[in-house]
């Protein structure tokens, strides 16, 4: 069965961090990018960051860069978003989405793709961040 689970959302303060992970089970995760979106409700999703598993290429959204980063651990077949100096407009559901490398050929066209291109997606985790 392919599947994305995350885990390590949660209630945080203003500055600070929180991890999330995205552990892959189900497809060869080596022939992947796996990005970060956020959403809230009523809004459209957002692409946060987006890594490729095979060559370690990685994007950032522009409110994100400087405090966000991602990372793999292939042994693993897990994907990690390292939040720092966290603000309030960073509230949202965070969820990770598995695309094919040979769909999006460079982690910068991650944000672009439509949704029906990523082929499994996992079910969110929850950020809160009080200011």
């Known amino acids: 069965e392919v599947q994305l689970v995350e885990s390590g959302g949660g209630l945080v303060q203003a500055g600070g961090s929180l991890r999330l992970s995205c552990a892959a089970s189900?497809?060869?995760?080596?022939?992947?990018?796996i990005g970060w979106f956020r959403q809230v409700p009523g809004n459209k999703r957002e692409g946060v960051s987006c890594?490729?598993?095979?060559?370690?290429?990685?994007h950032y959204a522009d409110s994100v860069k400087g405090r966000f980063t991602i990372s793999s651990d292939n042994a693993k077949s897990t994907v990690y978003l390292q939040m720092n100096n966290l603000k309030a407009e960073d509230t949202a559901v965070y969820y990770c989405?598995?695309?094919?490398?040979?769909?999006?050929?460079?982690?910068?066209?991650?944000?672009?793709?439509?949704?029906?291109?990523?082929?499994?997606r996992g079910q969110g985790t929850q950020v809160t961040v009080s200011s």
């Open positions: 890594i490729t598993i095979s060559d370690g290429g990685t």
């Open positions: 989405a598995a695309i094919a490398h040979s769909v999006v050929v460079a982690s910068t066209l991650c944000f672009s793709a439509p949704d029906y291109l990523y082929e499994t």
């Open positions: 189900g497809f060869a995760f080596d022939d992947y990018a």
